[in-house]
């Protein structure tokens, strides 16, 4: 509780400079958390408890009692380095531990090496490590006082004790998460780190129905179609039926040009000059500069807080569902997605990765979503700078001109989709390429070099042949580092996009609200390419003014914004409202969630919750639904 509460004390502190309003709030967390704490103590005592009562003379034995002390000493340590990585994990997430903790630590060689690269290990262990040993020795006396206390109570008085704090403290547990408010960040502080870590593992890929706000499907149904309906689509499937299925009328003269997609990490608009940088340096002076010869949207919002999440949204159009994407999900095999519709029309396609495909699954989700090859770092021929994550940007991109030069000599036409590391921790880079030193592992620094590695390339890649039948694309996969106090910050997730073909794509920029989802329809309207798909995206240049919307996951709760609104659904049943102020601007509560947002976010969420486990998200009924 101690060591607990120390802790709360700190992420209190860090979450201050964002609530410096609402300190009452932070404050709140610190007795609401010390109830979850004690709960969650005594679920994890109780064991132990009924080992010392059942196994007393099985315990006393010599070597029994020396084992029982080195467990002591490495559940301690156990304990003050989780204190400390809940405050390293709240740096970079402003959450307690959830889904994406659970991920890494299915992924050890990446993590640890993630940690040795980032952090100072030989200045942070020592003190973790002494503090446990001192803990130890305070503790060491009264575990062998109790192991060989040849007393002892009844069974009736212990489980007359036993049994009501199981259940107590299990009843509570089990309503946790604690709430304190309105204030994400202090709902957050108030949980407990062990409860937290536990329920994001068992819970990943909970149910929708029955945990979140729902409603009748055939309104559900109806009122998400209406959502992707537009001017130029014409519904497949029958009013009613469960499916999105739609004919996207493009025109009749494709301008089939290459692709290639470049999903750039963290690269949120918070990083970017022309968007939301407020700091006192530049940061992206080359998306800048061709941000002004190409589509610049300047209002795009990423989907969720990892990268499976952003290549779900932008490679399959599909909306986010609460808990983990479907790209880790058993069942994403054969979705419908930008890689089986261009291959539909003749292209190539392929992925290129710079770390390793195994990581988060994304390598057999790439395959086994339409791409024809997928190559990761170990397919790249020079690497002359690399972290843990994979290669440095600019040797991704060299590979990518090496790969381009051969797919350009066949007669179909290419979709390479890229996806880069060097914006990611331990934010380091090779030295000598921008004015800005990689050993201050600063955020700012390694934004500049991902920056300055895709300037570098267009510049490279316009000296090609084909570089003038080509569409250059760039989008983050997420933003950074997300703070802020509602359930979904949703300032945070703004992204930058830029479609890039100054010999095939009139400059212009567009204002309009729009989410990851909608890159994939908005680049087929672009080139001109009529299709069939159930995608929930929409073409973002038919929008009407002032009619866009965003969609976006924040661990369990799912966000969705329209006109100047956004409600969160969760898996409490609630429903939380705000008012959106446009640019960077934090949300602002409101007391009563705007109606037609709150039917929209959970029309369109059941609506891909439901598609996606009944299988109707996936290319071959698409495929049988045109052909009936």
Request: glycine residues 8%; aromatic residues 12%.
């Amino acid at each position: 509780l101690a060591a607990a509460s120390l802790e709360r004390v700190a992420l209190i502190v860090m979450a201050y400079k964002d609530n410096s309003g609402r300190l009452g709030e932070l404050l709140l967390a610190l007795p609401t958390g010390l109830l979850a704490d004690a709960a969650m103590a005594c679920l994890l005592g109780l064991p132990f408890f009924f080992i010392l009562h059942h196994l007393r003379g099985f315990l006393q034995k010599r070597w029994v009692s020396t084992l029982a002390s080195v467990m002591l000493l490495i559940l301690l340590w156990n304990m003050f380095f989780s204190n400390v990585a809940a405050l390293i994990f709240w740096e970079e997430f402003s959450s307690r531990f959830n889904g994406i903790a659970v991920n890494y630590l299915l992924f050890p060689r990446e993590v640890v090496g993630n940690i040795q690269q980032s952090f100072n290990l030989p200045l942070l262990l020592p003190p973790i490590i002494a503090v446990s040993l001192g803990v130890y020795w305070l503790l060491r006396g009264r575990l062998k006082a109790a192991i060989a206390d040849a007393g002892g109570v009844s069974h009736r008085r212990f489980y007359a004790a036993f049994i009501p704090v199981l259940l107590v403290s299990g009843f509570t547990v089990y309503e946790a998460p604690i709430s304190v408010g309105e204030n994400r960040e202090a709902n957050e502080i108030a949980n407990n780190s062990y409860y937290s870590f536990l329920r994001a593992a068992w819970t990943n890929d909970a149910d929708y129905d029955g945990l979140y706000p729902g409603m009748d499907e055939a309104e559900a149904i109806a009122l998400t179609r209406q959502m992707v309906a537009q001017d130029n689509t014409r519904f497949l499937t029958p009013d009613g039926t469960r499916s999105l299925l739609r004919h996207v009328d493009n025109g009749d003269n494709p301008n089939k040009l290459n692709v290639v997609l470049v999903i750039n990490e963290s690269f949120g608009a918070t990083y970017v000059d022309n968007l939301d940088n407020t700091r006192n340096e530049s940061i992206t002076p080359n998306l800048t500069r061709l941000s002004k010869d190409g589509m610049w949207f300047n209002n795009m919002y990423a989907t969720g807080v990892r990268t499976v999440r952003g290549l779900e949204a932008l490679l399959t159009s599909f909306s986010p569902i609460p808990g983990i994407s479907t790209a880790r999900r058993p069942g994403s095999e054969g979705m419908n997605s930008m890689p089986f519709l261009m291959k539909g029309k003749g292209y190539q396609t392929a992925f290129l990765y710079g770390g390793r495909a195994v990581f988060d699954n994304m390598g057999h989700y790439w395959s086994t979503i339409g791409f024809d090859t997928v190559w990761e770092q170990s397919d790249i021929a020079d690497i002359g700078f690399d972290t843990i994550w994979g290669a440095a940007d600019e040797y991704i991109y060299d590979e990518a001109l090496r790969r381009i030069e051969t797919m350009s000599t066949a007669k179909e036409p290419f979709f390479l989709s890229l996806l880069s590391i060097s914006n990611h921790r331990p934010y380091t880079y090779p030295q000598g390429r921008i004015d800005k030193d990689p050993a201050d592992k600063r955020k700012e620094n390694a934004a500049t070099y991902a920056d300055w590695s895709f300037g570098r390339f267009i510049e490279m890649a316009r000296k090609r042949p084909w570089f003038d039948n080509t569409v250059f694309v760039f989008v983050a996969d997420h933003g950074p580092r997300l703070s802020g106090q509602a359930q979904v910050p949703v300032d945070r997730y703004r992204i930058p996009l830029l479609i890039y073909a100054p010999k095939q794509i009139k400059p212009q920029q567009v204002d309009t609200l729009g989410s990851q989802i909608d890159f994939l329809p908005t680049l087929m309207g672009v080139l001109g390419i009529s299709f069939d798909s159930p995608f929930f995206g929409i073409d973002m240049m038919r929008v009407p003014e002032g009619q866009g919307r965003v969609i976006m996951s924040h661990n369990y709760a799912i966000g969705f914004g329209q006109k100047g609104h956004v409600v969160s659904i969760d898996p409490t049943g609630q429903s939380r409202g705000y008012t959106m102020p446009p640019g960077d601007a934090q949300l602002v509560p409101v007391d009563t969630p705007d109606p037609e947002t709150r039917a929209k976010a959970i029309a369109i969420t059941q609506t891909a919750h439901r598609m996606f486990y009944s299988g109707q998200y996936l290319w071959e009924n698409r495929a049988q639904a045109v052909g009936n």
